[in-house]
């Protein structure tokens, strides 16, 4: 079993969850409380979150997580949850707003 921290903006929430799971998919079946999300296909980026502990044992991020993060939060540590199967342990972090897709952000001009 995998330990998983969610700390949200309606707590903290600490489950075992079983390998390989995917926390949107379990978060659909009510069997992880707390974690917000929405399209779990990778386009809404409702269900990014932080990455407190963890990271160096997640893959590196996909297509769909570059287009909905963006350079910048992939840098600050956020991930797409609905797009990742746990292997080991992990702590995340989702902030009170959700994160605005990085397609969809305006482009200012320097
Ligand atoms: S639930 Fe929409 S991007 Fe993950």
Redesign the pocket.
């Known amino acids: 079993m995998i330990k998983v921290t969610l700390r949200g903006p309606n707590g903290t929430f600490e489950q075992e969850v079983p390998e390989n799971s995917n926390l ?1 998919v379990l978060a659909g079946l009510k069997k992880f409380p707390g974690l917000r ?12 979150s932080r990455v407190v502990r963890g990271a160096e044992h997640l893959p590196p991020p996909d297509w ?1 997580e570059e287009r ?1 993060l963006g350079e910048d939060k992939l840098q600050e540590g956020y991930r ?4 990742l199967y746990l292997t080991h342990d992990l702590e995340i972090a989702q902030d009170k707003v959700p994160i605005v ?1 990085a397609y969809r952000r305006v482009r200012q001009k320097v």
Do not use: T
Request: charged share 15%; proline share 5%; net charge positive.
């Open positions: 949107v999300y929405s399209c779990g296909m990778g386009r809404c980026g409702k269900c990014a769909k909905v797409l949850m609905c797009q897709p």
